[in-house]
């Protein structure tokens, strides 16, 4: 079979992703192998896939492809989040679209349109993964919202609330307007905004001024705020009292301005003297610290704004505004009325919502709340202890410092997308926790009846008298409630099973799972929590390694984004630079949890080197092979099997520290350098001449080993070639996707690795040699060694003078005058140039500035062996090495000062 002149990525892509497909090579079942499993961070249903899903799947899939290519049972679980508030978002949208509002709609029927959406878009990202060449059990392909899904996180609320973990209280909370729904802290985005702080005159109490004359500067106070919207909401105004500024205002009121209330001016350590004047107003409904001050002042709470942050009729002006029109208005007026003595600009951290990207709102709220405390410390100790690993280890501080601080979780979320709060109210208000409608009722029953005097026609009639009036609670549990179950849910959704009975066969075989591959900003609001749910639910982590990885950012160091447009569409990605090339681009730049700056050309970089491979390949299936011939390539052959067991050992370590980036560039470097820069030229035969079969054989058995070794990162590229009839004909089960993983076989030469490092070393040199003095590589030249090593050169004769075309490799104990020299390692080379085209001064002033180089480095070596403490405590080993290298740069500078000496 012949074989195109170029690789075509499209063809190749179709063809072995539909044939895996149909084959089945991504079904994992249980068995009696050893099981590797991944669970997907479950991408919105409304999302695209983007620059950090491509990292993070290719992340996912080079570690499923090698664990299954290893020999075990490889499962890795796709699915989709609900995403409450995003979804929520566009189905609003969609119905806007044709006319409709939400709140012209029941529950039931908007549920209805949003399954609809979810069915027409949701499954996108998931196609778009399979591009990408993602190996999912797709029959496995879990949602949040499944009804079994579901249920568990019902049946978690009952039992958490049961437990004493969730309560419902009024608590100062984050508020979207724009998704009016509560946020968890988590899901906060700080970010420095440029604003202006208002300095507003508030006028004490008896000295109010009449119609619009400038009150005296003893009159008022002056309070600097950068949201003068809220000042309707103000129920005090709070000094320091230890500042003497404001002594004579103790026990005083003053009046809110523009509307004339009064609000008392009270005393608390709380506030900053240094920070604009020292006067704090005190608006409890609208700021966490000013809740506090206000319950710790017994102050009242009035709330001004709406649930879509516009003002309410409790502002008493400029009711239905929007709450940043009315800023501009409220200064306007507070200006216009002689209350406002300055403006200024300044730049702050304000909170946005992560999801909607709306200024957050802090409001007190009735809200459903958990309880973290008591499920924070196991899952801190799993960290600390070393049972779950993060990669890389910089993060364990941060987890830490959450895990120790975490607060209380709110759990509600006004939105009708989700899962319902399984919480019953009656008539009065009075509310149950129950799984369903029947179980609520026989909730109430029990709370009306403890002693369970009321007779079976008595307690049927309670309850049909109650039913009437049952309402389940109108709002959702956060999305994250839902998937810090996955790693449990995905196999068992019977999360509270019987303790001796541990779960499903699934759950039993696959769980704990094996490896986690997420970003770090979702490390406490996902990756702590499930890890806090596996301990409660199921008494163990729900992973042992969780790989965070970075940021994905532009040249320029900005996070891509739409809004910047400086990210790349990934599918047009794979449509100009192939899957495979795509792939290694993302994991060229991509050490575990560092941001990786990317650019286009890591892809273009990596569909270069599939070309590489592809016409290396060609060069092989192109020999014609002469069986007569005798082995002729002993010395190359031994080299590159050596050279690739050094290389799969390094690649081994690599992998088992989650070194992905560097494991690719060190498999990078063996295929392009080692095995086609260096050992096939060293083996190719001269042009339209046969090479010996033996040569032939130990390259086709080289070529499937580095295929092999290629595949996670490059599966298409390895199949397609895995499959070319220079191997054979292969089986329909014959696969690359489920070939053996290169082993180790045995010790490495290191000897012969030395040598041929050495012998490269002193091919390049020669190559320069003729570059800088302008000669034909068609020219042989004569080779003359004098040897300072154990090295023998006659061994590498052959390969010298095929990659080096010297016309011979001579031995000698003396120096050869008139020709040009070099050192490679302590062995010195001569090569015999035509006369005339050595410049002794520009070579005086070479060796010169090599022996310059050499004494400095000599001069950092003695001063690390002249070091006491440094040769007492460093292993012996590490001394000797220094001791080597001392005695090899002696040798170096007595031979170059040699050389001088025959130049002069």
């Known amino acids: 079979m012949s074989i195109s002149k170029t690789y075509s990525p499209r063809e190749a892509e179709d063809k072995w992703y539909n044939y895996w497909m149909e084959k089945r090579f991504f079904r994992s079942v249980p068995d009696d192998r050893e099981p590797y499993t991944i669970v997907i961070p479950p991408p919105n249903v409304t999302g695209v896939l983007h620059m950090g899903h491509m990292l993070n799947n290719t992340i996912q899939d080079v570690l499923i492809r090698r664990a299954r290519m290893q020999g075990k049972n490889a499962c890795w679980v796709p699915g989709t989040d609900h995403a409450s508030i995003a979804t929520e978002a566009k189905v609003v949208a969609m119905l806007r679209e044709r006319g409709i509002e939400k709140k012209d709609l029941s529950r039931e029927a908007f549920m209805e349109y949003a399954w609809e959406w979810k069915e027409k878009y949701g499954g996108i990202i998931l196609e778009q993964l399979k591009k990408l060449g993602a190996s999912c059990d797709w029959d496995r392909t879990k949602f949040t919202m499944d009804q079994d899904l579901s249920e568990a996180v019902v049946d978690t609320f009952v039992h958490l609330y049961k437990k004493g973990w969730i309560y419902r209280g009024i608590r100062m909370v984050n508020w979207d307007p724009k998704g009016k729904t509560a946020v968890s802290d988590e899901e906060v985005v700080r970010k420095e905004v440029n604003q202006k702080l208002y300095y507003i005159k508030y006028a004490l109490i008896d000295q109010q001024p009449t119609g619009s004359h400038q009150p005296s500067v003893n009159s008022y106070v002056v309070i600097a705020t950068t949201r003068p919207e809220t000042i309707m909401a103000d129920a005090a105004v709070c000094i320091n009292p230890n500042d003497g500024r404001y002594k004579h205002l103790k026990g005083k009121s003053v009046y809110v301005p523009l509307i004339n209330r009064e609000i008392p001016i009270i005393e608390d350590e709380y506030v900053t003297m240094e920070f604009g004047t020292g006067c704090l107003k005190v608006t409890p409904a609208h700021d966490l610290n000013d809740y506090e001050l206000g319950v710790k002042h017994r102050l009242s709470v009035i709330d001004i704004l709406n649930d879509d942050g516009t003002l309410n009729e409790k502002a008493g002006i400029l009711v239905g505004e929007d709450r940043f029109a009315a800023r501009k208005k409220i200064a306007e007026l507070l200006d216009l009325h002689h ?35 008591e499920m924070a410390g196991p899952a801190l100790d799993y960290v600390l202890d070393g049972e779950i690993k993060l990669i890389p280890d910089k993060f364990v501080n ?74 389940q609670d109108d709002d959702v549990v956060d999305t994250w409630f839902s998937s810090w179950l996955w790693p449990i849910s995905v196999f068992d959704t019977s999360v509270f099973g019987d303790p001796a009975n541990p779960g499903n066969a699934d759950l039993q075989y696959y769980y704990p799972t094996n490896d986690l591959v997420t970003a770090p900003e979702i490390l406490f609001f996902w990756v702590a929590r499930m890890v806090m749910a596996g301990h409660e639910f199921k008494g163990e982590a729900p992973f042992k390694n969780v790989y965070l990885t970075g940021i994905v950012r532009d040249k320029l160091g900005r996070k891509m984004s739409k809004s910047l447009g400086n990210s790349p569409d990934p599918i047009g990605l794979i449509g100009k630079y192939g899957a495979d090339g795509v792939r290694v681009g993302m994991l060229l730049c991509s050490p575990a949890g560092n941001d990786l700056m990317f650019d286009e050309s890591y892809c273009e970089q990596g569909r270069n080197f599939a070309n590489k491979v592809w016409n290396a390949f060609r060069l092989l299936k192109g020999w014609e092979i002469d069986d007569s011939m005798p082995f002729a390539n002993a010395v190359p052959v031994a080299w590159f099997g050596n050279r690739f067991a050094e290389a799969l050992e390094e690649i081994d370590q690599h992998f088992d520290g989650y070194r992905l980036s560097e494991a690719l560039m060190a498999t990078y470097k063996l295929v392009w350098d080692d095995f086609c820069a260096w050992y096939l030229e060293m083996i190719k035969p001269a042009y339209q001449q046969p090479v010996d079969r033996e040569t032939f054989n130990h390259t086709k058995a080289f070529f499937s080993q580095v295929i092999r070794l290629l595949h996670p990162f490059m599966p298409f590229l390895s199949e397609e070639l895995w499959h070319d009839d220079v191997f054979g004909e292969r089986a329909e089960s014959d696969c690359c996707i489920v070939a053996e993983y290169p082993v180790l076989g045995h010790p490495t030469n290191e000897v012969l690795l030395s040598e041929i490092q050495a012998v490269k070393q002193l091919i390049s040199e020669i190559r320069n040699l003729r570059n800088s003095k302008q000669l034909s590589p068609k020219e042989a030249l004569p080779l003359t060694v ?17 990659l080096a075309n010297v016309s011979e490799v001579a031995i000698s104990e003396e120096k050869v005058t008139g020709a040009a020299s070099f050192l490679v390692g302590r062995d010195e080379f001569f090569v015999s140039i035509p006369t005339g085209l050595i410049d002794a001064e520009s070579e005086r002033e070479r060796i010169t500035k ?30 000797e090495n220094e001791r080597n290298k001392k005695a090899d740069a002696e040798a170096k500078i007595r031979i170059l000062e040699e050389n001088v000496i025959r130049l002069t």
């Open 786 to 802: 004098k040897s300072g090593s154990d090295t023998d050169y006659q061994v590498y004769k052959d390969i010298i003078v095929k």
């Open 339 to 373: 209350h406002l003595e300055k403006v200024e600009d300044y730049k702050s951290q304000v909170g946005f919502s992560e999801r909607t990207d709306a200024a957050i709102e802090p409001r007190l709220s009735m809200q459903w709340f958990c309880k973290m405390g």
């Open 398 to 471: 941060t987890y830490r410092h959450w895990m120790e601080n975490v607060k209380d979780w709110c759990i509600s979320r006004q939105l009708w997308w989700g899962q319902q709060i399984p919480a019953w109210y009656n008539q009065h208000g009075d509310w149950v926790v129950a799984k369903t409608r029947e179980e609520a009722l026989d909730g109430f029953l029990e709370k009306a009846d403890p002693d369970r005097k009321f007779s079976e026609n008595a307690a049927r009639g309670f309850k049909a008298q109650l039913d009437p009036f049952l309402k």
């Open 850 to 879: 090599e022996i310059g180089y050499l004494r400095g480095f000599l001069k950092s070596v003695d001063a690390k062996l002249s070091n006491e403490r440094f040769v007492a405590n460093a292993k012996p080993e590490v001394v």
